[in-house]
């Protein structure tokens, strides 16, 4: 529903009628939002139709800050992992991409002109302490000669406005046999430049304590409910006491689902000890938008299903990245911050979810998007391009069978 109206309006747009939930404030009532000039304008219950130049009406759908996805791949076209981000936009709500390390330092200024510059989506860079970034699939970090602090500086300072923090991936193929070297450097650089570091883990070596040694307050674990060997649980449940000292004395337990880092057990295990995730990120590429990942509503989902409220689900993809990429600006309602908006349908259903390993969970309600807002303005719906060939083949074996007719 729409009216267009003169330019003498004091809003550009009214949404009216949904519950409004803003993390930053704990509000979750009935209420409108209004923008004007691409920035909140008020949130309040009865906000004037006829002051309006356009009305939505929101009742019975939930009215939140635009969402944040710390950990996503849209390197489209340069890299094994990377998809465009604006036609993923349109239907999830996510108006802030973070990428985790699809670039380093000789392919940035690409990332930045074709990703960041190209997008109306809001697009932020992890920057690989790698030169070549993640172009391959793995191994990005088996060469030495990669792994230069000085020109990964230089690229940050000329780029801040871009760049959030640093990207380094420790397992077994990353790594190569070269061990905690790149995690040296990438602790190195993240020093000097005063920026985070999101470490990825998944199959040791190196082994998980070596790895949490190495990281600092505001540093971010990505994959924490990985269920390979460097899982945050031990064989009989509880977190490792190393890991909880870690996160008390500030480090960040990231998400980033993926088509490798999402195991039921573990995530069920951190729930139930008080410890759950910290920031719910997709790690959303090619391969994993064909699931069993999806795309950020359905692993906020996922969450809500094994119990987390909906306020708290919505918090770990707006208020709390925000706040972990030093972007206070953004993941809120707040009057006269940019009007990123996302509307979502909470729908009642008999659903089945499931982990990388398909194991599967019921579900009763999933979190359907109806309408993405980035500065005001409507994302339109796009099509998304096709998989690239080699998706076909490197499917990871256990999760083909929900590719029937996809690929
Ligand atoms: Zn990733």
């Not at 998400?255 to 139930?272: D, K, N, Q």
Request: net charge negative; charged share 20%.
């Amino acid at each position: 529903m729409s009216e267009q109206g003169d330019s003498a309006m004091t809003y550009d747009l009214l949404i009216r009628g949904g519950v409004v939930i803003d993390p930053v404030n704990g509000q979750q009532v009935v209420s409108d939002v209004a923008v004007s000039s691409g920035r909140i304008a008020a949130v309040a219950p009865d906000l004037p139709a006829t002051e309006a130049a356009q009305v939505v009406d929101a009742s019975g759908q939930y009215i939140t800050p635009g969402l944040i996805d710390m950990h996503t791949h849209c390197y489209w076209g340069a890299t094994y992992w990377g998809i465009e981000a604006d036609p993923v936009t349109a239907h999830t709500g996510v108006t802030t991409w973070v990428d985790a390390g699809s670039s380093g330092a000789y392919s940035f200024p690409g990332f930045r002109r074709y990703a960041v510059e190209a997008s109306r989506t809001r697009v932020f860079a992890l920057l690989h302490i790698s030169s070549i970034g993640l172009i391959a699939r793995t191994y990005e970090s088996a060469n030495p000669d990669y792994w230069d602090v000085e020109l990964a500086a230089t690229i940050i300072e000329a780029n801040r406005d871009v760049i959030l923090g640093i990207k380094v991936r420790m397992d077994r193929d990353s790594t190569k046999g070269t061990g905690l070297g790149a995690m040296h450097c990438a602790r190195q650089l993240a020093d000097r430049v005063k920026l985070p570091l999101m470490v990825h883990i998944g199959i040791a070596p190196p082994t998980l304590t070596e790895i949490v040694d190495l990281m600092r307050p505001g540093d971010i674990l990505t994959h924490c409910c990985t269920g390979q060997t460097n899982r945050l649980i031990d064989e009989q449940g509880p977190v490792h006491p190393y890991i909880r000292r870690a996160h008390e004395q500030g480090v960040i337990l990231d998400l980033g689902h993926g088509t490798g880092s999402f195991s039921y057990a573990t995530a069920e295990a951190m729930l139930a000890q008080g410890i759950p995730p910290d920031v719910l990120s997709s790690d959303i590429h090619q391969l994993a938008v064909l699931g069993p990942m999806y795309d950020l509503p359905t692993t906020l989902s996922k969450f809500l299903n094994l119990g987390m409220s909906l306020p708290e689900v919505i918090a770990r993809a707006t208020v709390r990245p925000a706040a972990v990429i030093g972007r206070p600006g953004l993941g809120t309602l707040r009057v006269g911050v940019p009007a990123d908006i996302a509307l979502f349908r909470l729908e009642e259903g008999d659903y089945t979810f499931y982990d990388i390993d398909l194991e599967p969970r019921h579900g009763t309600v999933r979190l359907v998007n109806t309408a993405t807002y980035i500065g005001g303005s409507l994302v339109p719906h796009a099509a998304e391009r096709p998989p690239h060939p080699w998706v076909a083949t490197d499917f990871p074996a256990e999760q083909r069978p929900l590719l029937k007719g996809v690929l």
